[in-house]
């Protein structure tokens, strides 16, 4: 059984920075592709960010392209979402995911979701 563990969730001011973390257990880490997405209050999970397998290539959405970096640590199974430039309306519960396949893009390829992680960002 695949756990992944969120951290880094927190309440920060606009403009402000965050860093996210997704720890993965088990061996097999780098055959996961990764992702970020994230649901606000009444509104459905979005797609964020995600990485391949070799982290090699990257993908964002446009809301917060040129914001937001994903990236991954194949040593310590760990994928990591740097939020910059922070937003009001990013606040949401941030859920790391995980696929099989790379690719990951909507909330049916992924395989397995953390618990989320509560970001909120005050005007």
Do not use: H
């Amino acid at each position: 059984q695949v756990q992944l563990i969120e951290s880094g969730g927190g309440l920060v001011q606009a403009g402000g920075s965050l860093r996210l973390s997704c720890a993965v257990s088990g061996r097999t880490f780098s055959t996961y592709a990764m992702g970020w997405f994230r649901q606000a209050p009444g509104k459905e999970r979005e797609f964020v960010a995600a990485i391949s397998r070799s982290g090699g290539n990257t993908n964002y959405a446009d809301s917060v392209k040129d914001r937001f970096t994903i990236s991954r640590d194949n040593a310590k199974n760990t994928v990591y979402l740097q939020m910059n430039s922070l937003k009001p309306e990013d606040t949401a519960v941030y859920y790391c995911a995980l696929s099989w396949l790379d690719g990951l893009r909507y909330v049916g390829d992924s395989n397995y979701w953390g618990q989320g992680t509560q970001v909120t960002v005050s005007s």
